[in-house]
């Protein structure tokens, strides 16, 4: 599936994390179906895959202690999936995960990456997952209600989830005044990336022939791989560089670099 850039860069603007649902709003049948599809047509890479799935969507994150990623009355989830045996499967789940939160944002849907607080077992009970494979994050989907609930505004203050480190701080190579403007917009759509607890662990090596994403942080990993965060950054540069007329491809590189994005000449 071609990637509808300009439908999902407007949705990188409009993309928050959501936690709490209207148990009275189930999801519009069409938008379910347009989910369902984008969930099995978006898929990139071979060993990286999305499941929507419309039941017991509560089981999947009930009971857990602690209020970070306390999801409630989701109607539906979506679990992102990769094969194990793929030495870049986190940062192809984070991009394929992604394309999908950002379609479901276009649809109107709510959503909330979740990496740590869920049962995986309960998921894999609910969908088929091979021994190889392992189910590295979920989302809930559904409509939010329009005002933001107070354990709500606690989690987004824990995760200071509103903030993004200015671009100076992320950058490296060539200098901000030789960059060509597609430079500029792809880097703008890349640092709105969501990370676990915000702590947007990506750099951006510019180079005259494309941008390499790397990890630029040592800080603690909460269980959950930077990498992943990495491939959903990916994702964000991608397509604010198709909205810009630049298409490239992805080279993934090895540790503590990520991916290189090549610019077709
Ligand atoms: C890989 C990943 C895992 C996450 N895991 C959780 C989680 O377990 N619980 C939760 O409440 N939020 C989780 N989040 C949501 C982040 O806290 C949120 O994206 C970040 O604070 C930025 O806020 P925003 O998404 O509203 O821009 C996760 C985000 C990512 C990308």
Same mark, same amino acid.
């Given at each position: ?5 300009? %439908? ?22 069409? +938008? ?32 857990? @202690? ?46 909330? /990456? ?12 609910? @969908? ?43 950058? %490296? ?16 759509? +890349?640092?709105?990336?969501?990370? +676990? ?52 491809? /992805? ?15």
């Amino acid at each position: 599936m071609d990637i509808p850039y300009s %439908r999902w860069h407007l949705a990188i603007e409009k993309r928050r994390s959501r936690r709490h649902f209207d148990p009275k709003l189930p999801i519009a049948p069409e +938008a379910l179906a347009a989910l369902d599809k984008v969930c099995n047509q978006f898929a990139p890479f071979p060993y990286a895959r999305s499941r929507l799935v419309t039941e017991s969507a509560e089981s999947v994150f009930k009971g857990l @202690i602690g209020s970070y990623g306390k999801i409630k009355d989701a109607p539906a989830f979506i679990a992102f999936i990769g094969n194990m045996d793929d030495p870049f499967v986190q940062e192809e789940v984070g991009y394929t995960g992604e394309g999908i939160i950002l379609e479901a944002t276009a649809l109107g849907l709510n959503t909330c /990456w979740v990496g740590g607080f869920f049962r995986p077992k309960t998921v894999a009970s609910l @969908i088929e997952v091979s021994s190889k494979e392992r189910v590295l994050a979920v989302t809930p989907v559904g409509y939010s209600p329009e005002s933001v609930s107070w354990e709500e505004k606690l989690i987004t203050g824990f995760s200071r989830s509103r903030n993004r480190l200015p671009l100076s701080k992320l950058i %490296r190579g060539l200098p901000r005044e030789k960059w060509p403007d597609w430079v500029n917009v792809s880097l703008e759509a +890349a640092r709105l990336a969501p990370s +676990a607890v915000n702590r947007q662990p990506w750099g951006f090596d510019v180079q005259s022939d494309g941008i390499t994403v790397f990890v630029r942080t040592a800080s603690p990993g909460f269980n959950i791989s930077k990498r992943l965060d990495c491939g959903i950054t990916m994702l964000h540069l991608e397509v604010a560089a198709l909205d810009s007329n630049r298409k490239g491809e /992805w080279e993934f590189l090895q540790s503590p670099q990520v991916a290189k994005f090549k610019i077709r000449s």
